[in-house]
């Protein structure tokens, strides 16, 4: 799905070229996934969710990936949406685009667990 994913340190055997899998994991800066948990899929749909990094017209991008729809929800740069469709020709054909809630618990919860990626500034700096 032209969708760069670091295993880091999951170990296990790497998935075959074409095999569907689930991918949990963290977005770094240049759109790549650090994985969390790599799991065997089951062909067909596809699910994908994260950033818009890029829009016009009827086709949006997460990360690499193009993404038609018929309609699309208006969603500026960088919003959090999910796509749902089939795969053609190395493009999501999305039978639904929705927007993420950016916090689906808000005023729920007591306490909260946040998790993230690290990298350096441009000076070598954390």
Known sequence: MKQ????????????????????SGFRDQNGDIHASRIAKAQAGAVFLSGPVSMRNGNTIMIGKMEISASQLPDTPMGARISAEGE????????????????????????????????????????
């Open 4 to 23: 760069v994913v670091s295993m880091g340190n999951l170990g296990g055997p790497l998935p075959e070229n074409g095999e569907y899998i689930k991918v």
């Open 87 to 126: 795969l053609h020709d190395g493009k999501l054909l999305a039978r639904s685009v929705r927007t993420s809630p950016a916090l689906p618990f808000a005023n729920q919860a007591k306490r909260w667990l946040v998790q993230g990626f690290v990298a350096p500034d441009s000076a070598g700096k954390f």
